[in-house]
């Protein structure tokens, strides 16, 4: 029989046989999950602003949160409560019904996204057997996207109901953003499927015993990091809410809990593509090598700590990036997902599919192809990207190299010199009366003047 993945010879039959672990919970055991879930995003969140401000603080050579709990821990929340008893405002031109749904909108996705990610195996809860997970269905991952793309509603309507100019044209860019880089990121899944022959989560986590598939498909890995940070809106693509050219964006006229929803759910955006990077990409809660060796690492609860550990991972890169990266340019930042990571993703989703084909055609196995394919087009895109921006930063120097000579009339404006640039005045004839009456009549005086 032929390898149709790296670990499984029969993933429709695997996926069958996992779907059987669901829809057969009791009502009190669904429900202690829903509020278990609701329960960990939020402590999870309150971690991860406590954490970012930590870390960005010793980046930038400062403190941070020290004072509010111990080591500061308890300032996210002492801010929950701030904004809750802050004074309510209503924009005057405001519509007030979607100006209310708005962040309800975005934060509600945020969370039914959780429904379907897997945070260990089978265990016993007040001896119930039952999968550390909410639900699964054949196709999940189609689920996380759909209800990513209706969080975007949230924003455009927030910045349209708003009634101001700002927060309308953060909402247009954010919706623009958000909806290119989720093609890129929808693109990047295929290939998982092809591999793993599902898109029901916990199957794809089952796939992954021996091999993960962010190193079997490696472009796609590196694709799907890349977009989940556009599509999050963090830096250094947080465009919709550039404050040197937007204020605050879409929520500039939110306040009270409505910013705190807002604020909410792009944190619980970051939490849920991590979570989903890790399940799609890292082997979920499988132990990583070598604690994978222990025959206990994935069995009980104690996966779920592998599985946190990764998440905690990708925040961190999130968080580094804000406090290095300078936030692009738009066009920029269009550019980068329109003309290079949809055709990377398609080029690559091309080349999978070839390898499956002639691997199921010659009986040859897929996965060091895989492998070998997915490192040459990484090294191969990475130099023509290297190459580009050199050849861009020479053309640059070329254009503005300082001429000879300032001329601050040139572009139609008077300008003043940039250093290094010397300003020589042309000569000008100044005429003068001095008021004298000669026989001649009156004498005009010329001078020579050196402006500056």
């Known amino acids: 029989m032929n390898e149709l993945t790296p670990t499984t010879p029969s993933p429709i039959a695997a ?17 202690l999950k829903v509020v278990g879930i ?19 603080g010793r980046m930038q050579q400062r403190i941070g949160p ?51 990610i897997p945070f260990g195996p089978e265990v016993s809860i007040f001896g119930q057997a039952t999968p550390l997970q909410l639900t699964d269905f054949p196709v999940a991952v189609l689920y996380i996207l759909a209800i990513a793309s209706i969080g975007i509603y949230g924003i455009v309507l927030a910045g ?16 623009a953003q958000m909806i290119s880089y989720e093609i890129a990121m929808g693109l990047s899944f295929v290939a998982v499927f092809l591999f793993a022959g599902t898109m029901s989560t916990s199957s794809i986590v089952n796939g992954q015993v021996d091999l993960w598939f962010g190193l079997l498909v490696l472009p796609s890995f590196l694709i799907y990091a890349t977009a989940m940070i556009g599509e ?43 979570a ?58 269009m550019r980068f997902g329109w003309k290079v990571l949809i055709p990377i993703s398609v080029l690559w989703i091309l080349i999978i599919a070839i390898i499956r084909g002639v691997s199921d055609e010659y009986g040859l196995t897929a996965t060091p192809l895989a492998i070998t394919a997915g490192f040459i087009l990484t ?12 050849r861009r930063r020479v053309k640059n120097l070329a254009e503005n190299t300082i001429p000879e000579k300032f ?28 008021g004298a009456a000669t026989d001649a009549g009156t004498t005009s005086v010329s001078e020579e003047v050196r402006g500056g």
């Open 276 to 333: 989903v990077a890790v399940t799609l990409f890292l082997g979920g809660w499988r132990a990583p090598f070598p604690i994978s060796m222990w025959s206990g690492a994935n069995e009980g609860w104690f996966p779920m700590i592998w599985f946190f550990l990764k998440i905690f991972i990708f925040i961190f890169v999130f968080i580094w990036l804000r406090g290095t990266l300078p936030r692009f340019r738009y066009d920029q930042f």
């Open 407 to 434: 001329k601050p009339n040139s572009g139609g404006f008077p300008v003043p010199p940039l250093p290094g640039q010397e300003y020589r005045p042309a000569r000008r004839t100044v005429v003068a009366d001095v």
């Open 15 to 31: 996926t069958e046989e996992t779907l059987l672990w669901f829809g057969h919970d009791p009502l009190w055991l669904v429900i």
């Open 66 to 116: 020290n004072r509010t709990g111990p080591f500061g821990l308890l300032q996210s929340l002492m801010d929950g409560f701030k904004l809750a008893f802050k004074e309510e405002i209503f924009p005057t031109a405001a519509d007030k019904a979607v100006y209310i749904i708005a962040p309800i909108l975005s934060v509600v996705p945020a969370y039914m996204a959780w429904a379907v």
């Open 379 to 390: 090294v191969a895109v990475l130099w023509i990207l290297g190459r580009n921006v050199k």
């Open 38 to 56: 609701f329960v960990i995003l939020v402590l999870v969140v309150l971690f991860t602003i406590w954490l970012e401000r930590r870390v960005v």
């Open 160 to 175: 349209w109901a708003s009634g101001s100019t700002y927060p309308l044209l953060g909402g247009l860019r954010s919706s």
């Open 232 to 274: 999050t809106n963090r830096a250094p693509f947080d465009l919709p809410e550039a404050e040197s050219e937007l204020v605050g964006g879409f929520h500039t006229e939110y306040s009270t809990m409505k910013f705190a929803l807002f604020f909410l759910a792009e944190y619980i955006n970051m939490v849920t593509v991590s």
